[in-house]
């Protein structure tokens, strides 16, 4: 088993969460709830890079900062309609989920 961190992002709606991730390349892995009606957890994945999301109101907050590095920060920019900014590490972007929880997602210069 390869050792990993993933983050946990607060969402008030699951289903419109995971839509808005899809825009980034994510897809839905699984989804749990102790029983119908009750808050969702969710998993989404991008390749190796994988987020929980949660209806949880203990399980995180909003606001929270999450960096992801990918190939092709450009596809993203013109999927969202933002322009890319170089920083002296990378090219990068920020966006806000539904939620407001921020991303902010470069691709590492040479």
Do not use: C
Not at 26 to 50: D, N
Not at 59 to 79: C, F
Not at 93 to 102: A, Q, T, V, W
């Amino acid at each position: 088993m390869d050792e990993e961190v993933i983050p946990i992002l607060r969402v008030e709606d699951a289903a419109a969460a995971v839509t808005w991730y899809e825009r980034l390349g994510f897809a839905m892995q699984w989804e749990h709830r102790f029983e119908s009606g009750l808050p969702a957890f969710v998993e989404v994945a991008r390749g190796g890079v994988r987020l929980f999301l949660s209806e949880h109101k203990g399980d995180a907050r909003p606001d929270t900062l999450v960096y992801l590095r990918i190939r092709d920060v450009e596809a993203i920019a013109s999927e969202f309609g933002v322009p890319a900014k170089d920083a002296p590490w990378a090219r990068e972007i920020e966006l806000r989920d539904p939620d407001g929880n921020r991303l902010r997602i470069g691709t590492p210069t040479e």
